[in-house]
């Protein structure tokens, strides 16, 4: 008994004194107070894709536990992407997916389409407000759009607070819909990629160019649904878990790569626009653990991700912040993931097998690894705003899955390594 | 509407007003007088909604209304739903010695500073109905037996200082929040640090100098709280009987502290630990080194 009176029982009366006093003051009124986030990020691939990303999102508080949440992002990207054809001792020549204009790829060079430019603009906003005492709903919706991209959605959750606001179960479920518009329209599965140089005009070769291509537009549907528990363990622990599900239906080829046909000595033979199902469910069961060590706070997750394409994921992310001086603090991060491949991915089609019913050589359902490697420096500034700085270094080590390579392939780097750095400045104010 | 009265300190601007039976401070950084009386009627007229909603000198307040509907079950409001549900973590992790139930006790013990003990007949009598055990709470509901009595004298001051706080941050941006401390008779809590870094000098009432605040603490941020019992005991053949009662027993706790203030995150938790301290008896210094929080202890 008296054991049990010294123990310490302020953890536990802390966490319940501040149930108490979770709820809003009753009398008098509330200023409007807007939060805002802001932040630039710049990706740089070795010898591949750039990006730079401006981020801007604001949090309003309208009392009462209402907020209006807006979001604004803007990125550009330019630079070379791997079509997913093989590279060769010779040099290859390519046909831009829009079907003008054509590029050469040196000998033993993986190919990359080096005109890949693009400018995304996303606009999201959302309303979260509680419906009745523990329960709390959001709804909300999103426009993204790209030169040839169209994405508009919706999205709602609910949320239920138990066991005196420790425990929190939510629900949530979006839905969107998603115009591909690529320029000189969408190719037909495993359409060949046609060369001007084979035809005696540009007239025939429009013609057969044309004849590839069966439709301006494809569309994709999908929705996801989330599951969610979060239950705070400890004063200095919370745990969350959730499960997804994502159920996709339209086209999700990718219209600007490709699979290359070889002949038994690995020599190209033609490149054929890829082809994947037109419907896709991955599941996730993800596992977050936010802990206080001792003035450090650290951020523990793992994902487990399966999906009908038997593409297998594990995600391990790792980040500790620590303070470094009364204002700064740093906070290492590790994040590795690795995959399994798409049961429909090849890295090149064999000439002497049938056509499979899909074929994609897109590395990134291939199977892979990727680390992630990073630091953030941040402070609080006078004035309570926040300023921090980002840098990571992103490896991605796809792998050989099976595939010999004959020939000539055996002499070439088929599972092509990709470094990339991130920089990233941002500012709460 | 309550009384308020503002005026300049050192290097802070300072509210008064009079609310559950404590004298009432509201201190600001800034100089701006203006700003300081808005922010004291806020904070009086919230300290007497509170006020007015769990006393028990009111028999039209919440709680006088509870008392009386003991024997049925009774809706509760939110607000009031949680306070009884802190009481009743209070109450299992005190291992029983923190009961909101045991204000009936106050029939038996009047601590005027005389030597009249009650007796243990009159003790027998009440004890029966005493005990949270004894009631039935559920979310937005509660049994409170015939013949009980529930008290919210041991938190409705703490609450209130931090439902006040709470209301007076309300009113600025995160980046705009001044330093602001509510000061309710000794219990007391401060929304940040001073922009220059000092600190809020703030008096402990020294249980053996009546009404001299000897020991001024220190405060940046966070909440204090004081339980003692410098003005309410008995006093009988040489024994000092506080006004800390033992729930289980009926007696007042002997070898208690006279007084012992707690530091935490909020005055609600302060409150609950230093009265949970006292209980204690001889074992309050002890009780409070498990506790991992800054005490201040009068032997």
């Given at each position: ?313 594990h995600t391990a992310d790792v980040k500790w912040r620590f303070p470094v001086s009364e204002q700064w603090y740093v906070e290492p991060q590790l994040r590795y993931y690795q995959q399994s491949a798409a049961e429909f991915y090849l890295p090149f089609l064999q000439q002497s097998d049938s ?75 | ?299």
């Amino acid at each position: 008994m008296q054991l049990k009176q010294l123990a310490n029982i302020s953890a536990a009366l802390a966490a319940a004194s501040c149930a108490v006093l979770g709820q809003d003051a009753q009398a008098g009124t509330v200023l409007d107070d807007w939060q805002f986030n802001s932040a630039i990020l710049l990706y740089n691939e070795t010898d591949r894709v750039s990006a730079g990303e401006a981020i801007l999102s604001a949090r309003g508080d309208f009392g009462d536990d209402k907020y209006l949440n807006l979001g604004l992002v803007v990125d550009a990207l330019t630079g070379a992407s791997a079509t997913g054809a093989v590279a060769q001792p010779g040099v290859q020549s390519f046909t831009r997916p829009s079907g003008k204009g054509s590029y050469d790829v040196a000998p033993g060079d993986t190919p990359l389409d080096d005109t890949f430019h693009d400018t995304r603009v996303q606009l999201d906003a959302s309303w979260e407000q509680p419906l009745a005492p523990n329960w709390r709903v959001s709804g909300g919706g999103h426009l993204s759009k790209e030169y040839d991209y169209l994405s508009l959605g919706v999205n709602g959750s609910v949320a239920r607070d138990f066991n005196q606001k420790n425990t929190t179960v939510s629900m949530g479920l979006a839905y969107s819909h998603d115009t591909i518009s690529p320029e000189g329209g969408v190719a037909s599965g495993f359409a060949p990629m046609l060369l001007r140089s084979n035809f005696a005009d540009d007239d025939s070769y429009q013609a057969a160019f044309d004849a590839t291509r069966d439709r301006a537009d494809d569309t994709k549907d999908t929705v996801d649904m989330l599951l969610g528990l979060t239950q705070v363990i400890n004063r200095d622990w919370l745990m969350q878990f959730n499960y997804s599900l994502s159920m996709a239906d339209g086209y999700m080829t990718d219209p600007f790569k490709l699979v290359s046909v070889v002949n038994s000595n690995g020599e190209v033979q033609q490149n054929l626009y890829e082809s994947r199902p037109d419907k896709r469910t991955k599941h996730s069961v993800y596992w977050q653990n936010k802990l206080h060590l001792g003035g450090t706070y650290l951020d523990a997750s793992y994902r487990y991700m399966w999906d009908d394409w038997e593409l297998k994921s594990h995600t391990a992310d790792v980040k500790w912040r620590f303070p470094v001086s009364e204002q700064w603090y740093v906070e290492p991060q590790l994040r590795y993931y690795q995959q399994s491949a798409a049961e429909f991915y090849l890295p090149f089609l064999q000439q002497s097998d049938s056509l499979p019913q899909y074929a994609s050589a897109d590395y990134r359902i291939g199977k892979m690894s990727t680390y992630t490697l990073g630091a953030k420096f941040g402070t609080k500034l006078a004035a309570g705003n926040e300023l921090s700085f980002r840098i990571a270094l992103y490896q991605q080590n796809p792998e050989q899955d099976g595939a010999d390579a004959p020939g000539v392939l055996a002499n070439v780097d088929l599972y092509e390594k990709v470094t990339a750095v991130m920089a990233q400045v941002s500012y709460s104010f | 509407m309550t009384d308020v009265a503002v005026s300049r300190g050192k290097n802070c601007t300072l509210g008064q007003f009079s609310a559950m039976a404590s004298p009432c401070e509201i201190l600001l950084e800034t100089a701006d007088m203006t700003l300081c009386r808005e922010l004291t009627l806020l904070a009086a007229a919230e300290a007497e909604r509170i006020e007015q909603k769990y006393s028990r000198y009111r028999t039209d307040s919440v709680l006088s209304q509870l008392n009386q509907g003991a024997g049925q079950w009774q809706q509760l409001d939110d607000e009031t739903a949680q306070l009884l549900t802190f009481a009743n973590t209070c109450y299992q992790l005190s291992d029983g010695l923190f009961d909101i139930s045991s204000g009936i006790l106050r029939r038996a013990w009047q601590f005027d500073g005389s030597d009249r003990l009650a007796s243990q007949a009159q003790l027998a009598a009440l004890l029966p109905h005493i005990g949270w055990h004894q009631v039935q709470l559920k979310p937005k509901q509660i049994l409170l037996p015939a013949g009980m009595e529930l008290d919210l004298g041991g938190i409705a001051k703490e609450y209130a200082v931090d439902k006040v706080l709470q209301l007076l941050r309300a009113q600025f941006t995160p980046s705009s929040l001044p330093s602001i401390v509510v000061n309710f008779g000794g219990d007391m809590h401060c929304s940040r640090p001073r922009h220059d870094g000092s600190l809020w000098h703030i008096g402990i009432e020294n249980p053996g100098l009546v009404d001299h605040a000897i020991s001024a603490v220190g405060l940046t941020t966070g909440a204090l709280a004081t339980s003692g019992d410098s003005r309410r005991f008995l006093l009988k053949d040489g024994v000092r009987y506080s006004h800390i009662l033992n729930p289980k027993t009926g007696w007042p706790v002997t070898d208690a502290p006279r007084s012992v203030t707690v530091a935490a995150p909020n005055c609600l938790l302060a409150g609950m630990l230093a009265t949970t301290a006292l209980l204690q008896g001889a074992s309050a210094e002890a009780f409070l080194q498990a506790q991992g929080l800054k005490y201040w202890l009068v032997a």
